[in-house]
């Protein structure tokens, strides 16, 4: 079951803010976020664990809520680098075996 | 610092030939991954392994692929008789403790 992704674009001018959110219909074990840039491969940004749990990475964070069944990407003060695809990335059980990743979201920045 | 590699970057190849792909994991991760990434869409598991055997694979991972583990350091994915609909970024990835790192991708032209 893949999460879903919303939304499926954004354009921001630089040092506006975007969030990105990812559902799962059950409890997920963990949530992991991933940018990828035009013709490369994804790359890890954070992971999240627990409910409840917030983590930030420069200025880019996220949360994972109570029922682990959301988790939403916070971009502050966005910078041109942002600019992307992000895709979230979910766990259902502690195996490391198999993720499944949402549609992804197309954040673009412009001056 | 490590990093995952991949060969070929670019593979053209004719429907119904076999082609093989190359990944080297980092080496002291324990979970290796295939994805494929068809242009513009988002990234799908195909096959986890993990202690030399398949640790979980998707409805795409059908007879038509398998992984081998042939050395210590390589981890190849095989596609027999491909398709048109073969054609995609593959990408490799392995993890410990939870973060995955990418290789760069091959990117599988059928023609």
């Known amino acids: 079951q893949q999460p879903v992704q919303s939304p499926q674009a954004v354009i921001l001018r630089e040092g506006e803010d975007a969030v990105i959110n990812c559902s799962s219909s059950?409890?997920?074990?963990?949530v992991h976020w991933y940018r990828q840039k035009h013709g490369e491969a994804p790359v890890f940004l954070m992971i999240?664990?627990?409910?409840?749990e917030q983590k930030g990475h420069e200025k880019i964070s996220a949360s994972f809520n109570e029922k682990k069944q959301q988790s939403s990407l916070y971009l502050t003060a966005s910078q041109l680098s942002y600019s992307g695809t992000y895709f979230c990335?979910?766990?259902?059980?502690?195996?490391?075996?198999?993720?499944?990743f949402g549609t992804g979201t197309s954040l673009t920045v412009i001056p | 610092e490590p990093e995952v590699t991949q060969t070929p970057s670019h593979q053209v190849t004719q429907m119904g030939q076999e082609v093989i792909l190359r990944c080297v994991p980092i080496?002291?991760?324990?979970?290796f991954y295939w994805y494929r990434q068809i242009l513009g869409q988002k990234v799908e598991f195909l096959v986890s392994?993990?202690?030399?055997?398949?640790?979980?694979k998707s409805e795409i991972f059908d007879d038509q692929f398998s992984v081998e583990r042939p050395d210590g350091s390589n981890f190849t994915l095989k596609i027999r008789s491909t398709k048109l609909e073969d054609s995609a970024m593959y990408f490799c990835?392995?993890?410990?403790?939870?973060?995955?790192?990418f290789g760069p991708g091959t990117r599988l032209t059928v023609l």
């Open positions: 999240l664990l627990k409910g409840g």
């Open positions: 990835a392995s993890n410990v403790r939870n973060e995955q790192f």
């Open positions: 080496s002291n991760h324990l979970y």
């Open positions: 990335g979910t766990e259902k059980a502690n195996t490391g075996n198999q993720f499944y």
């Open positions: 059950k409890a997920l074990y963990s």
């Open positions: 392994f993990y202690n030399n055997e398949i640790s979980e």
